[in-house]
Nanobody
Framework: QVELVESGGGLVQPGGSLRLSCAASGSVISFNAMYWYRQTPGKQREYVARIGPGESTNYADSVKGRFTISRDTAKNTGYLQMNSLRPEDTAVYYC?????????WGRGTLVTIAS
């Protein structure tokens, strides 16, 4: 069984930066892809970014050019570097990993952008 734990959330001013981490514990045999999503109260979970085979990446238009997804397969950890943060980036951020041919979710980390 694999467990994902996000960290790195917090309160930051507009224009600031945060780096989220998503660490997998347990026996990881394959680490195919990792996704980041975010959700605000009353709204559906929103896709943010993906990193997959060959370290290919993809981003939602709303974060393109500001966010960077990466991963360290040796550490079974994924990252989301968030720069030029805006109030509308405020949300609970969740990681989703395709590991061992299964789908796992973390419990989320809160990111708040406010003055």
């Amino acid at each position: 069984q694999v467990e994902l734990v996000e960290s790195g959330g917090g309160l930051v001013q507009p224009g600031g930066s945060l780096r989220l981490s998503c660490a997998a514990s347990g026996s990881v045999i394959s680490f195919n892809a990792m996704y980041w999503y975010r959700q605000t109260p009353g709204k559906q979970r929103e896709y943010v970014a993906r990193i997959g085979p060959g370290e290919s990446t993809n981003y939602a238009d709303s974060v393109k050019g500001r966010f960077t997804i990466s991963r360290d397969t040796a550490k079974n950890t994924g990252y989301l570097q968030m720069n030029s943060l805006r109030p509308e980036d405020t949300a609970v951020y969740y990681c989703n990993a395709h590991m061992n041919y299964r789908d796992y979710w973390g419990r989320g980390t809160l990111v708040t952008i406010a003055s």
